[in-house]
C-alpha cells in the first residue's frame, strides 16, 4: 500500500529534479514564450512561476 505522503515525496523530487534541469539548461522554454523565473515574497519564501508573454502562472514547490 502505498501512502500519500509518498506520492507527495516523489512529486517533491520531480519537481526538484525539473528545476535542477531547467537551471541547467538556462530557463529552457516550456512552451511558446513561457520561461520558468523565481519570484522572492515579502517573507524571503522563493517560488518559482512559469512566465510568459501574456500571463504570468504562480506555482508554490
Same mark, same amino acid.
Given at each position: 500500500?502505498? /501512502?500519500?505522503?509518498?506520492?507527495?515525496?516523489?512529486?517533491?523530487?520531480? $519537481?526538484?529534479?525539473?528545476?535542477?534541469?531547467? /537551471?541547467? #539548461?538556462?530557463?529552457?522554454?516550456?512552451? #511558446? =514564450?513561457?520561461?520558468?523565473? $523565481?519570484?522572492?515574497?515579502?517573507? =524571503? $519564501?522563493?517560488?518559482?512561476?512559469?512566465?510568459?508573454?501574456?500571463?504570468?502562472?504562480?506555482?508554490?514547490?
Amino acid at each position: 500500500e502505498i /501512502k500519500p505522503l509518498s506520492y507527495f515525496f516523489i512529486f517533491d523530487i520531480m $519537481t526538484k529534479l525539473l528545476y535542477y534541469s531547467k /537551471k541547467k #539548461h538556462n530557463n529552457r522554454i516550456l512552451k #511558446h =514564450g513561457q520561461y520558468w523565473d $523565481t519570484v522572492k515574497l515579502k517573507d =524571503g $519564501t522563493l517560488i518559482y512561476v512559469v512566465k510568459s508573454r501574456y500571463k504570468s502562472y504562480p506555482n508554490k514547490f
